[in-house]
C-alpha cells in the first residue's frame, strides 16, 4: 500500500501544465524528470482543451494516472493496479498555483532562442538564493502551473523557478540547475505529438468504482500549492 500511496503522490505533483484558458494545443507531451534524491520519472501529458490526463512510471511497475478538469475544478486519481478512482476538488488550488512568489525569484528573458522538438523556445534564467535554473520555454504549449511540492526532489516546496513560471503563458521544454548550482534537477521534454484525443482518455475508465477517502486527499492536494 505505501508503494500504491507514494505513486498516487508523485502523479498528484505533475499537476498541471495548462491554464483554464489555454486552448492552443491538443496531443501528448512526454517529459522525464531526473533528480539526485530521486532518480528518472518518466511522465506523459495528455492536454485536450482544459483537461490534463498525465500519467508517471514510478519505476517500480506502477503507473499513477490523474485526470484533471479545470472547468469543473476536480481532479481524478486512477488508483494503481486497482479498478478504482479518487475524486479531489481543485477550488481554491489554481489560484494558489499561480499566486505570487514567496521565493523572491526574479525570471530574466535572455532573448536567445532555439528550436526544441520543433518548437520555438526562449531561454530564461531564474535567479534566487538557491541558485541559478536555466529554463527554455515556449508559448506554443499553454500555461505551466508547475510540478507541486515536497513530492519529486523531496523538497518541502516549490522550487523557486516553478513559481516565477506560473500563471506565465509558456511551458518549459528544457530545465536544468546552471553551473554553479550545487542541486540536480533536469527536466526534459523527450517527444510532443500534436493529435485528436479521445474524450474517453480524461474520464474513469469503464468498470472502475470510486473511493472515498474522506478529507485525507483533499488536505493532501492543499498542501501541495503551499
Known sequence: MNALFRATLLCLACLAPIGAGAKSFEGIVHLKITTGREGAHELSYCIK??????????????????IMDLTKDEVIM?????????????KGSVAKATGSNPDDTTLEDTGI??????????????HNQDGDV??????????????????IGNTKRKAGW?????GKT???????????NPNQFTLEATKIEAKALP???????????K????????????????
Open 162 to 166: 516553478e513559481h516565477a513560471l506560473s
Open 113 to 126: 532562442t532555439a528550436t526544441i522538438l520543433g518548437y520555438t523556445c526562449t531561454k530564461y534564467l531564474a
Open 211 to 226: 473511493f472515498d477517502m474522506g478529507g485525507m486527499m483533499q488536505g493532501i492536494m492543499d498542501g501541495i500549492n503551499r
Open 78 to 90: 486512477l488508483m494503481p493496479g486497482q479498478p478504482m478512482y479518487m475524486s479531489v476538488s481543485l
Open 170 to 180: 509558456f511551458f518549459p521544454l528544457r530545465v536544468k540547475n546552471a553551473p554553479g
Open 49 to 66: 482543451d482544459t483537461r490534463l490526463r498525465t500519467q508517471i512510471n514510478t519505476g517500480r511497475n506502477i503507473v499513477a494516472t490523474a
Open 199 to 209: 474524450d474517453s482518455l480524461f474520464v474513469p475508465p469503464e468498470g472502475y468504482q
Open 134 to 151: 536555466e529554463i527554455w520555454a515556449t508559448t506554443e504549449l499553454g500555461t505551466f502551473m508547475g510540478l507541486g511540492a515536497g513530492m
